[in-house]
């Protein structure tokens, strides 16, 4: 397993925009296949995008897409999620996770991920 650790949650009316950061303190992010998740209170935590592990794809949640982008910046060894055009329903604990086999076509299932960050809370308010 590999340390996560994000930041850049907060609280943002409607319309506006956050950039989220998760880092791995020690390792080497490009190693893993990545992605971020979100849990709404009370309710399941749910894909929002991933990276394969040569950053030859991304992918995006149809919920999100448009609005977030994901990217792996590996001279700064931090991934990112940017968020814009916020909506009070995308108020959730953002959680970066990491893989270190193949993710396949499973990078939408929590299961593929071994390794989880302690999560930054994100509240968009009206």
């Known amino acids: 397993q590999v340390q996560l650790v994000e930041s850049g949650g907060g609280l943002v009316q409607a319309g506006g925009s956050l950039r989220l950061s998760c880092v791995a303190p020690g390792r080497t992010l490009s190693s893993y296949a990545m992605a971020w998740f979100r849990q709404p209170p009370g309710k399941e935590r749910a894909f929002v995008a991933a990276?394969?592990?040569?950053?030859?794809?991304?992918y995006h949640a149809d919920s999100v897409k448009g609005r977030f982008t994901l990217a792996r910046d590996n001279a700064k060894n931090t991934m990112y999620l940017q968020m814009d055009s916020l909506k009070p329903e995308d108020t959730a604990v953002y959680y970066c996770?990491?893989?270190?086999?193949?993710?396949?076509?499973?990078?939408?299932?929590?299961?593929?991920?071994?390794?989880w960050g302690q999560g930054t809370q994100v509240t968009v308010f009206s």
């Open positions: 996770a990491a893989a270190e086999g193949l993710v396949g076509n499973y990078y939408r299932s929590r299961y593929a991920y071994g390794s």
């Open positions: 990276i394969t592990r040569d950053d030859s794809r991304t």
